[in-house]
Structures are given as structure tokens and as C-alpha cells.
């Protein structure tokens, strides 16, 4: 990887591309880490950073005015001198002149630049058009309006993003119905002890699952089955995320499936090019292969750490490397669930009850402690976590 080079004779500043978490929180960290030069921060969406977890976690059930999930007050950018420009794309990157290129026309030159360009909804090829999916705000209130009118939902997956919106439909006493390919839900997040638990809360919330079901067609209206099964809609799909990675791979950064590869102080293989977030595919801390990111604790810390990185670079000092267990958080119907390491395979066990909705699921593989998942046991997550990065000798 390419670390930043000495252009103190091009001083343009810290150019972060993308108005999400991992962005905002990287503007943020330089100027709270004694960076005085120019700081521009680029968004695509209309509004100024929010929340992005609220669009699931909250839909059906919170207010989403900009001005209640805003992740900084409206006046702070201009108190921290950060020059915030929304609703505008990046087009192009030039690496060997240090420019971007923006759809309004501007061309801003940068020392450094940070790509948290984050992801886009996936959508399979039977997915219709005009299939909901819930990335953004004016998609979220546009699929909140549709669910509001029908009294109903039928969510195209079963993972995380799926469960929630399906949690908040289910407390509002909408009929919902949650479709996954797999036997199983949060299949690839927890052990199997724990999705039947959260199946079981979701049916005795009134929701239908539909397993090991595969989708032959949706539309926006409803969805056919591969057995024949017609599910109305208003439909919403929450099948996985695509990390953006198109201007990176224009400008002849090196990208995996994963992300745009950088190394573990988030430097791509460009000079002065870091990236963070969605989009960025850091060194997986088990496997060392490019690791996909997708939760808000994720983007957050990475945006301080690639804050670090080019504080560190400008300074001329080495990176600090980035260590991190990854952590997800979610509450659904009133009962916290954290899960800390990677606690999808291994042997489990546990500690309490996941019938009284109090546990801790421990998974260990060679008789180390590799993942856990906490159910109303925030400190538990919290310890786990603590005792899983001690064994991979690091400090979180």
C-alpha cells in the first residue's frame, strides 16, 4: 500500500468523499485532531449527515425529520470550518493530478483524499425496478408511506436490516410477512441457537416467516414464490449490500468483491488515497482476507481511525494500524441484542436464558472465544468483546 507523500507545496487539504457515517465522522476527527487546513466533504443525498440506522430501526415507529436523526447539529460544519457540499456527486477522480471532478461542474484539488463512498442495495435479477429498498431517507419515507396506507409489509429478507423493519411494522400492528431463501434467519450472522430464538420473537410478535424460500419475482405490488405462493405487498427488500466502488475502480484503485482494498491504516493503492466505511474492504483480523463492513459501529470507528491515519501521514509520522472487532447492536421489540467477533460458526454455549430473553451465546472454536451474542446484556457484549480482541493480542 501507498502511504501519503510529501506535497506541501499543494496544499489543497482533506477532500472525504460521502456524506454517510464513516464521512462525516472522518471530517469530524481531523478537525478534532488539530487539523487546520481545508476540509471538504462531499454528499450526494440533498441533507446534511444523519443516522442511517434509524431508517430501519426507527421507521414505523419514530420521528425522521432531518432535524431528529442529524448526526451533528445543522451549524457545526461551519463551526468547525468543514466546507459541507450535498447533493452532489463525485464524478471522476484523477490520482496523478490530486483533483476530483463533481456533477455540478467543480473540480476541487485535494493533499488527501478519502473515499466513504459506502453501498447500494443489492438487487438481484429477479428484484423488480420498482422494489423498495431502504439505503436512503426519501427511500425510507417513500417506503413508509406505502406501508402506513396498506397496513401491511412483505420483506424480501431475512438478516438484520430485514428483521428490524419487520419489528417495527410488527409493533404497529401491521400485518407482515418476512421471506428468506435460506432455512434460516440471520443465517450467516449467529448461530442457529439464535436465529430460532429471534424466529420464535418475531412469530410470537405475529410475524410470518417464510424459509428456505426462494423468490421467483417481486414487484412493488408482491411477490411470487418458487412454490407457487403469492404474497402481497407493499414490498421491501433487504437482501445485502454492494459497496460503491465505481469511481475507485476508474481512477485504477485496487478493488475486491469486498471493497476497495486498503491496508489496515485504510490507504488504498494509490498515493494520498485512503478509504473507509462501506466501501472499504480492510484486512479481516482472522482470515487477513479484504473484510466487508455494513454496521453503524463499523462506519464510525473506521472513520476515526482513517482520521488518524491521515493526520498521522500529514504529519509525516507512520499509521497507526487498525485492529477492530466488529460489533453490531439491534432492539426489537423492547430486548437489546448485541453481537461482538464473528459468532456465526463455532461451538456454542451459553449462559442464561434465551427463552427469558437474558443470555449470553459465547461461540469458541479450539477453545477460543471468537464471537458472542448478547440478549439484554449490554455490559456482557461489551466484556466479550473485551476477552475476544485480548486473544487476537490486540487492544480495541
Known amino acids: 500500500m501507498t502511504t501519503s507523500?510529501?506535497?506541501?507545496?499543494?496544499?489543497?487539504?482533506?477532500?472525504?468523499?460521502?456524506?454517510?457515517?464513516?464521512?462525516?465522522?472522518?471530517?469530524?476527527?481531523l478537525r478534532a485532531g488539530g487539523y487546520d487546513g481545508p476540509v471538504t466533504l462531499i454528499g450526494a443525498e440533498p441533507e446534511a449527515p444523519y443516522r442511517r440506522t434509524a431508517l430501519t430501526k426507527d421507521l414505523l415507529v419514530a420521528d425522521l425529520s432531518v432535524e431528529k436523526i442529524a448526526l451533528q447539529k445543522p451549524q457545526s460544519w461551519a463551526e468547525r470550518n468543514i466546507d459541507l457540499r450535498t447533493g452532489v456527486n463525485v464524478t471522476a477522480i484523477d490520482p496523478s493530478e490530486h483533483t476530483v471532478v463533481c456533477?455540478?461542474?467543480?473540480?476541487?484539488?485535494?493533499?488527501?483524499?478519502?473515499?466513504?463512498?459506502?453501498?447500494?442495495?443489492?438487487?438481484?435479477?429477479?428484484?423488480?425496478?420498482?422494489?423498495?429498498?431502504?439505503r436512503a431517507l426519501d427511500e425510507a419515507l417513500a417506503a413508509r408511506q406505502a406501508i402506513e396506507e396498506a397496513a401491511r409489509v412483505a420483506i424480501v429478507g431475512g438478516g438484520l436490516i430485514g428483521l428490524e423493519l419487520a419489528a417495527s411494522a410488527a409493533a404497529r400492528g401491521f400485518d407482515v410477512d418476512v421471506i428468506e431463501a435460506a432455512d434460516r434467519i440471520l443465517?450467516?450472522?449467529?448461530?442457529?441457537?439464535?436465529?430460532?430464538?429471534?424466529?420464535?420473537?418475531?412469530?410470537?410478535?405475529?410475524?410470518?416467516l417464510h424459509l428456505d424460500s426462494a423468490v421467483v419475482s417481486a414487484s412493488a405490488d408482491g411477490v411470487v414464490?418458487?412454490?407457487?405462493?403469492?404474497?402481497?405487498?407493499?414490498?421491501?427488500?433487504?437482501?445485502?449490500?454492494?459497496?460503491?466502488?465505481?469511481?475507485?475502480?476508474a481512477?485504477?484503485?485496487?478493488?475486491?468483491?469486498?471493497?476497495?482494498?486498503?491496508d489496515s491504516?485504510?490507504?488504498?493503492?494509490?498515493?494520498?488515497?485512503?478509504?473507509?466505511?462501506?466501501?472499504?474492504?480492510?484486512?479481516?483480523?482472522?482470515?487477513?482476507?479484504?473484510?466487508?463492513?455494513?454496521?453503524?459501529?463499523?462506519?464510525?470507528?473506521?472513520?476515526?481511525?482513517?482520521?488518524?491515519?491521515?493526520?498521522?501521514?500529514?504529519?509525516?509520522?507512520?499509521?497507526?494500524?487498525?485492529?477492530?472487532?466488529?460489533?453490531?447492536?439491534?432492539?426489537?421489540?423492547?430486548?437489546?441484542?448485541q453481537t461482538v467477533g464473528w459468532p456465526a460458526d463455532g461451538d456454542v454455549e451459553i449462559d442464561g436464558s434465551l427463552a427469558d430473553d437474558d443470555a449470553t451465546v459465547r461461540v469458541t472454536r479450539d477453545g477460543r472465544l471468537i464471537g458472542a451474542v448478547t440478549v439484554g446484556r449490554a455490559a456482557a457484549a461489551r466484556t466479550c468483546r473485551a476477552e475476544i480482541d485480548a486473544s487476537l493480542g490486540s487492544t480495541v
Open 5 to 29: 507523500s510529501d506535497r506541501s507545496a499543494f496544499d489543497a487539504g482533506v477532500v472525504v468523499v460521502g456524506g454517510g457515517t464513516a464521512g462525516a465522522t472522518a471530517a469530524v476527527a
Open 103 to 134: 456533477s455540478n461542474g467543480d473540480e476541487i484539488g485535494y493533499r488527501t483524499l478519502v473515499l466513504a463512498t459506502g453501498g447500494a442495495a443489492a438487487r438481484p435479477p429477479w428484484l423488480g425496478a420498482d422494489v423498495r429498498t431502504i
Open 187 to 208: 443465517g450467516r450472522a449467529v448461530p442457529a441457537v439464535v436465529s430460532e430464538w429471534f424466529a420464535e420473537l418475531h412469530r410470537r410478535n405475529g410475524v410470518r
Open 225 to 249: 414464490l418458487s412454490d407457487g405462493a403469492a404474497i402481497d405487498g407493499p414490498v421491501v427488500a433487504a437482501v445485502g449490500m454492494r459497496p460503491d466502488v465505481g469511481l475507485a475502480e
Open 251 to 262: 481512477a485504477g484503485l485496487e478493488c475486491s468483491r469486498a471493497g476497495i482494498v486498503v
Open 265 to 337: 491504516g485504510f490507504a488504498t493503492s494509490a498515493p494520498d488515497i485512503y478509504a473507509a466505511g462501506d466501501a472499504a474492504a480492510p484486512p479481516d483480523l482472522l482470515t487477513g482476507d479484504p473484510s466487508v463492513g455494513g454496521h453503524w459501529f463499523g462506519a464510525t470507528d473506521q472513520g476515526k481511525a482513517v482520521a488518524g491515519s491521515v493526520l498521522a501521514a500529514l504529519g509525516g509520522a507512520v499509521a497507526p494500524t487498525f485492529r477492530d472487532v466488529p460489533r453490531a447492536w439491534t432492539i426489537q421489540y423492547g430486548i437489546n441484542v
